[in-house]
């Protein structure tokens, strides 16, 4: 049984030795089946992994120039703490970039672990040469000045078809992102390092010659 002392050890281990997949059939399991945002939020570049607590963002279309621009998005970015991953929910807009280079910058400095954007991005050559863990529906050069504007951060949101409350575990890499409830994180994750444990075992007897028919009835685990 893999135990974890605090949340840097435990995102360590996760992003270290699960996936999206598996967190996502321990979910189905326990009867969480609407846990994986939209196919349309996607990593910028292939290798990504990030896991962390979100810190959530709600960002709304505007149509002029407010007399502050960036206030709040300035006050949301500067609030991230180290292993957060901000989570926005621009509500589907593709009329601007909420996330860029900058932003990204000043969160790698705070130590945050990546931002999910349901919305486009920019400075995207930049972002990845940081190597910093972005997801986005996708890209933009348009500035969110006076075309969108963050309205609240910290409270519970919807992005990308899921409800996210800051403090939630999400994870998130190649094949799409899951979000883990708090109040049922120890459950899910033990459970998702179990499962691996077996896929492990179940793969070595299916490279040594087992049909898929034994080792499902053996382990119960496809």
């Known amino acids: 049984m893999i135990e974890w002392e605090n949340d840097e050890q435990l995102f360590s281990l996760m992003a270290g030795k699960l996936y999206s997949a598996v967190i996502s059939d321990v979910l189905d399991d326990a009867g969480y089946r609407n846990q994986v945002m939209s196919h349309k939020i996607r990593p910028l570049y292939e290798n990504v992994v990030a896991v962390g607590r979100a810190m959530t963002v709600l960002c709304m279309d ?40 900058l932003l990204s910058t000043a969160s790698v400095a705070r130590g945050a672990s990546g931002a999910i954007i349901d919305g486009f991005v920019r400075d995207c050559k930049a972002i990845m040469d940081m190597e910093f863990p972005v997801f986005a ?30 403090g939630d575990i999400v994870f998130g890499d190649y094949d799409g992102i899951v979000v883990v409830p708090k109040q049922i994180e120890e459950q899910i994750v033990s459970a998702a390092f179990d499962k691996v444990s077996g896929e492990n075992n179940i793969r070595q007897e299916l490279e040594a010659g087992a049909t898929v028919k034994y080792v499902f009835d053996k382990y119960g685990i496809l």
């Open 137 to 166: 529906t996708g890209i933009s050069p348009l500035d969110s000045k006076g075309r969108g504007d963050v309205v609240s951060f910290n409270i519970p949101i919807e992005c990308g078809g899921v409800r996210v409350v800051s």
């Open 62 to 101: 505007v149509y002029e120039t407010p007399d502050q621009p960036y206030r709040m998005e300035i006050e949301a970015v500067d609030s991230l703490k180290p292993n957060e991953i901000l989570v926005c929910t621009t509500n589907g807009s593709n009329r601007y970039s909420f996330w860029g280079e």
